[in-house]
Structures are given as structure tokens and as C-alpha cells.
């Protein structure tokens, strides 16, 4: 019996050796698809490696294919000076994760793919918010699928509003009414700050996305016009911008100007809020997720019962929205030079699906860019996450991310600095900020509307 189970034992090993040598040999064959992430294992989005990991293996066993994730963990800006290279050289990976806010200017050089053939026939994208759609398109061209956001609102002391006499909970429908607000407050509070709006060049990028352009979009507004390819220096919506921040800071004095433009800044404000000495603050979601989370420097041990959130209302004028939010992120781009392209796009389809992106959240809580995944179990036990992502996301919008955008910026937090200190009227700021913008663009390349 030993002698003949020998005997078996050699006839069936070929036999049980050539479908394992087979399957080397077609996973040797078999194409690789390469993403580019600014993650490194222990370090930069190490969860986002974690991530990879998990969901890999059983998307190439799905499409047979290999998938090769080469990792960076670098700066922002170093990263995307990479990717550039890499784009304009050829060497780039398949598909890079890569920051919404740099789509138009990659687009513009001709280095994004775009994904609208792949978009029409995917059944996810009824999923996707037309928001997160057009925050990956750039001049009528999609380039990009948004995985996570964030949103901007605003945050306030539940307890100082309903005291000084505000119904709750609170839900402005217009700048009026925000007013009407910070006006109960004073009266009831003197001692209190009834807003933090962000004005100012020490303000940095805070003033421009918290505090201008969701002025300037909540007045049915743009800083950049796609249709002609300029930038706009003066319209109707700049002017109402730059008169809400006069009567906040100047007329009605619910803002503090020397406080938003003296050093440290925003430090101070978040200070401020979490003692209650502010009463509104126009923010992020991470104001609330980090800043003020228990524990934290700054945090408040009893928040979710003191501090309550509410969407930005639109201006109220004829053509302004209802609401606005600005918003950041990443997502997906394909290299249009890649030779996997349509392979390249079946990997970001399933990274992108429900339960692969329900898991990402476990690991990285930020705004989700999918209808179901924010009313999903996964999001729904986090509800400041799930109830702003599904009233707030319609509503948001992005900045432009052109070459020139970062100086426009500066001009912008300069103008509304101008104009909170009193040293300039609204007038006179928008005349500077004009002439500094055709400095910098160019005569031809702005554009009054």
C-alpha cells in the first residue's frame, strides 16, 4: 500500500505543480496597474496605506491584475511637483490620488485624463452629488473623482443664542438674518463677540475660503469666469461681499478687526469660541471634529450639547443661492498617457464603491463624497458627519485652482484687511484689488461682470 501511494503521489504531482506554475506565470503576464499616493507606511496618511492593503488583493484577483502602490509621503507641494514631472515626462503611474484644488491648472497643461466616457456608464454616479462632480471637472470636463471632502458652515453656543433671545434651533436664511442675530447677542451680551468672520492677511487662506468667497458665492458670485477664461475684479456680488464685511466690522461692530489681524490670529479666535467669548464662527468641519474636540487644546468637554451648527445662507438677493459651503479634498485622476487606461478606471470604480469607501471612513472620518455612504451605518454613527454631509454637500463649492490663484488670494484677504480697519471703503479696496490682479494676470485676463 505504501509502495503504490508512492506511486500515485508521483503521477498526481505534475499534475498538482502545473496549475500552480500556470497561475505564477499569468500573474507574471498579467498587466500592472501603478497609483501614485502621498502616504507612507508609519508616517503621512499611514491609514490610507493601511487601506490599499485591505482592498487590493481582491480587486486583482477580480480584473487579474497586478496593482502597484508606490508611496511618497512628502510635502503637498513637493508632491505635487512630482506628479507634474512625472505627468509631463511620461513616467507617471496609472492613477495618482491627487488634491481636488489642483485639477484646472494639471487640466489646463493637458495632464489629466478626462472621465466622462467612463462617467456616463457608471452606475455609481447617480450616487455622487453633482457638487463632488463638478468639483472634479475644469471647463466642462470631468478630471477627477472626489473620495473625501470637507464643508465650511456655521458653528454657534447654542446656550448665548437662545439666551439672547434667537429661536432654535437657529437657521439663517439670509445675511439679514445673521445679522439680526449678532444685533440680539450684543444687546444681551455686550461683553461678547457675536461673530468671528475671517478678514485679513494674517487670517491666511482662512480669510479667503471661511470668510470672502463664501461671501462672494453666497452673493451669486465668481472670482474666476470659465466661459471667457478671466478673472473677475469687480461685480455686483464682490461689492455685496465687501459692504457685509463693512457692517460687520466697521458699522455694527460685531466683529473685532484688531483682534483678526493681529499675530496668531486665528489661534486667539479659536481660544475665544471655546470659552464663549464668540458667539457664531465661520469654519470647517474639522473646527468641530478637532479643534473643539474634548480633550483637545481647545476643546470642549460637553460640545455636542453646547455647540450647534447651521448651514451659510445665500446673500437673499435675486440669483444667490439658498445656501453655500465651500469645500477641499481628493480623489482619483488617470494619466492620459497611461497604456491601462480603461483598467486604470475599472481600479478607481472599485476603490470608489460603497463598501470600499464605508471602510476608508472607519479610517479617515471626513465629509464622504456619496449620497449612500453619508447615510450609510458606517457615517450615520457620527452625526455631525453624516447629517452635514447630506445637508450642506448640495450647496458647496470650490476655489480655483489655477497658477495664479495663490497671489489672487493675498489680494483677496488684503482687500477685505483694507476694509474691516476702515482704512479703505469697499469702493477703494475692489479699485486696489483690481489694478494688483492685472499685475498679475494681466490687462486682458480680467474681467469686470
Not at 274 to 301: D, H, M, N, R
Not at 358 to 380: G, H, I, M, N, Y
Not at 428 to 433: I, T, V
Request: proline share 6%; hydrophobic share 40%; net charge neutral.
Amino acid at each position: 500500500m505504501k509502495s503504490g501511494l508512492k506511486i500515485v503521489l508521483v503521477l498526481l504531482a505534475p499534475l498538482i505543480f502545473l496549475p500552480a506554475c500556470r497561475r505564477r506565470q499569468e500573474i507574471a503576464k498579467a498587466p500592472t496597474v501603478r497609483i501614485l499616493e502621498n502616504a507612507v507606511k508609519g508616517g503621512l496618511n499611514s491609514d490610507l496605506l493601511n487601506w490599499y492593503q485591505e482592498r487590493i488583493p481582491g480587486i486583482e484577483q477580480e480584473l487579474g491584475i497586478k496593482i502597484e502602490i508606490i508611496p511618497a509621503g512628502i510635502r503637498d507641494e513637493d508632491f505635487k511637483a512630482r506628479a507634474a514631472l512625472d505627468l509631463k515626462s511620461g513616467r507617471a503611474a496609472d492613477i495618482i490620488g491627487f488634491d481636488q484644488f489642483w485639477v484646472p491648472e494639471f487640466a489646463e497643461a493637458g495632464f489629466l485624463l478626462p472621465l466622462d466616457r467612463y462617467l456616463a456608464a457608471w452606475p455609481d454616479r447617480s450616487q455622487y452629488y453633482d457638487s463632488m462632480i463638478d468639483m472634479g471637472s475644469f471647463k466642462g470636463k470631468t478630471y477627477l473623482i472626489m473620495r473625501l471632502t470637507d464643508l465650511r458652515m456655521l458653528f454657534y453656543h447654542r446656550e448665548l443664542l437662545e439666551q439672547a433671545g434667537v429661536a432654535m434651533p437657529w437657521q439663517p436664511q439670509n445675511w439679514d438674518e445673521i445679522m439680526d442675530a449678532c444685533r440680539k447677542i450684543k444687546t444681551r451680551f455686550p461683553e461678547i463677540m457675536p461673530i468671528e468672520l475671517n478678514a485679513g492677511v494674517e487670517m491666511g487662506e482662512a480669510t479667503t475660503m471661511q470668510g470672502f468667497l463664501m461671501l462672494l458665492y453666497g452673493a451669486g458670485g465668481e472670482l474666476f469666469d470659465q466661459h471667457t477664461g478671466k478673472w473677475v475684479v469687480d461685480s455686483p456680488a464682490f461689492r455685496r461681499a465687501l459692504n457685509f464685511y463693512q457692517k460687520i466690522y466697521v458699522d455694527e461692530k460685531f466683529g473685532d478687526a484688531e483682534l483678526v489681524t493681529s499675530p496668531k490670529s486665528r489661534e486667539k479666535t479659536f481660544e475665544l469660541f471655546s470659552k464663549g467669548k464668540i458667539a457664531i464662527y465661520v469654519e470647517g468641519t474639522w473646527f468641530y471634529t478637532s479643534i473643539l474636540k474634548p480633550g483637545e487644546a481647545w476643546g470642549i468637554s460637553d460640545r455636542d450639547q453646547r455647540i450647534a451648527w447651521a448651514r451659510m445662507p445665500g446673500a437673499g438677493d435675486p440669483g444667490a443661492p439658498l445656501f453655500i459651503s465651500l469645500s477641499g479634498g481628493n480623489g482619483f485622476v488617470l494619466n492620459p498617457r497611461s497604456k491601462n487606461q480603461d483598467l486604470a478606471w475599472k481600479v478607481v470604480a472599485r476603490l470608489n464603491s460603497l463598501p470600499s469607501l464605508e471602510r476608508l471612513f472607519e479610517l479617515q472620518a471626513l465629509t464622504p463624497t456619496r449620497k449612500d455612504l453619508s447615510a450609510s451605518p458606517a457615517v450615520a454613527r457620527l452625526p455631525f458627519i453624516s447629517e452635514t454631509a447630506q445637508q450642506i454637500l448640495p450647496f458647496t463649492r470650490s476655489r480655483p485652482g489655477l497658477s495664479d490663484y495663490p497671489e489672487i488670494s493675498f489680494q483677496l484677504q488684503l482687500m477685505t484687511e483694507e476694509v474691516v480697519t476702515g482704512r479703505l471703503s469697499p469702493e477703494q479696496a475692489l479699485a486696489q484689488f483690481g489694478k494688483a490682479v492685472e499685475l498679475i494676470v494681466g490687462k486682458d485676463n480680467v474681467i469686470n461682470k
